[in-house]
């Protein structure tokens, strides 16, 4: 190309919720270029959440074909593709064709169907089977929904797939998923690695309508020749299967070691910490993942983070933007004045696992204006990412670090609330793209660039440590106890 030599690129691809982001890196884990394409989700019912599967993978080659195009611009050649993705979807097919939307992560669909589980005292059963909490979120319920009040689609589906695993077998006729998302569809038993017996029983569906699990540094190889035209890959390209988002925002972060934490605000939001065998927690109120060999994440999630200040713009801000409410809400008092935002606008996961609550206003009066609402719904966030960092936190034992990734880091206000409310010093990432990059790392340690995990947690590199005002914790400690009394007065 005009007389340069193309240098080499690793490209990670991240399946998200709203949208597909790709970022290729050098050898030396420096950003060569970014490309995002975005889709919609559907709520065609209340509770409900659905995506059109051949519009996001449609997106998803787009997003691949603008990163390898820009690459190329800047004098690179993607070798390598390592993928991250969203968890929990689910798309019934019949002949390689989805016979309806995709049920994603944020359906609450099923949630009778679990509650009735729960009533029945199953939780012990799913849960110390899978790591997975009885919740509308997972498989079990949805497959469940689907057979009961979708009998004709359920019946006829010969695969039950996510969205990477239709993408994988569109490129290379193989039904395969790894084993991180295999574990977070509550169907994966962690005793035996392999799909549970018993769950595939109560959901009546069989082996071989789930894909084949193999490892999450699979090298996929015989990908399809029009493929390689299509996206402007080479033929000689590499494919690694990879992992769930969650899991690889740790990776990414290299908060591998005893008592390091991560904690992400996206569209939803974690808190996180890497363990050597799955483990669980004795009150349930948190899951467990594959990462690799040796390698579990046990993580909380709160379905209403970035979800949340998107919805306080949009309904209660005249669609302002996001430096705008940034200033708003800078310009008001820790407290937001008395307003307080619970923030359940569809349902809640960690740690109390009920999809049927929704959100509230407390203590809105006449004072209170745009800044008030905006700060509210930080602080509502950063209150319910405590929530699940605290049985984090008992897991850890010693808190050594927090990194933390997500759209909030853009808020200098954000982080500091959030640093207030757990009172940690929080480490900003230099590459804040933390599921793109862990992909891209996993990739570098599938084909062999990389020998182990543990060489994985110094390309993380810091850019600043934002620390806890010690006037604001305290200020933050009492309100996050009054908004814990609050809570169980309404939802308990």
Request: hydrophobic letters at 40%.
């Amino acid at each position: 190309m005009n007389g340069f030599t193309l240098l080499e690129a690793t490209l990670g691809v991240d399946i998200g919720t709203t949208g597909c982001r790709c970022v290729a890196y050098s050898d030396q884990a420096d950003v060569v270029v970014k490309a995002e394409r975005l889709y919609p989700t559907s709520s065609p019912k209340p509770g409900w959440a659905e995506q059109d599967s051949d519009l996001v993978l449609a997106q998803v080659e787009e997003c691949i074909k603008d990163a390898v195009k820009s690459a190329a611009e800047a004098h690179y050649r993607v070798n390598l593709i390592s993928f991250s993705a969203v968890n929990h979807g689910l798309i019934p097919l019949f002949e390689g064709k989805p016979l309806r939307p995709c049920i994603i992560w944020a359906d609450n669909r099923s949630a009778s169907i679990t509650e009735q589980w729960r009533i029945e005292r199953r939780h012990k059963e799913f849960y110390e089977a899978t790591c997975c909490p009885i919740h509308p979120m997972y498989l079990p319920g949805k497959l469940v929904w689907l057979a009961k009040e979708e009998p004709e689609i359920f019946l006829r589906a010969d695969r039950f797939l996510s969205l990477k695993e239709l993408l994988f077998y569109r490129w290379f006729g193989r039904f395969v998923i790894d084993a991180s998302i295999a574990s977070s569809t509550g169907l994966f038993n962690v005793t035996k690695f392999d799909w549970d017996e018993d769950i595939m029983r109560i959901t009546g569906i069989r082996r071989e309508q789930l894909s084949e699990i193999v490892p999450t540094t699979h090298v996929l190889r015989g990908m399809n020749r029009e493929v390689y035209d299509r996206l402007g890959l080479s033929a000689d390209v590499q494919v690694v299967i990879g992992a769930g988002d969650g899991v690889l925002s740790s990776l990414g972060a290299g908060a591998l070691g005893p008592g390091e934490v991560t904690v992400m605000i996206g569209t939803s939001g974690a808190a996180r910490i890497t363990v050597a065998t799955p483990t669980l927690d004795s009150q349930g109120r948190t899951w467990c993942y594959y990462l690799a060999d040796a390698a579990w994440v046990v993580g909380g999630a709160i379905n209403n983070a970035g979800l949340t200040l998107q919805w306080v713009r949009e309904k209660w801000l005249n669609g302002a933007s996001f430096e705008e409410v940034e200033k708003l809400s800078a310009n008001v008092a820790p407290g937001s004045e008395g307003l307080m935002l619970m923030p359940f606008l569809t349902g809640e996961r960690s740690p109390n696992w009920d999809p049927s609550i929704r959100a509230a206003l407390i203590g809105l009066d006449l004072a209170h204006g745009p800044g008030h609402f905006a700060r509210a719904a930080m602080e509502g966030v950063a209150y319910r990412l405590k929530s699940v960092f605290e049985p984090i936190v008992e897991m850890a034992g010693v808190v050594r670090s927090v990194r933390i990734g997500g759209g909030f880091i853009a808020s200098p206000t954000w982080v500091q609330i959030v640093a207030d409310v757990l009172n940690s010093p929080l480490e900003i990432l230099e590459e804040p793209q933390g599921s793109a990059f862990g992909a891209v790392v996993l990739g570098w340690l599938a084909v062999g660039r990389l020998k182990t995990l543990d060489e994985c947690t110094s390309l993380a590199r810091q850019q600043k440590v934002v620390y806890p005002n010690t006037l604001q914790a305290i200020f933050y400690e009492n309100q996050y106890t009054h908004y814990q009394r609050i809570y169980d007065r309404l939802y308990r």
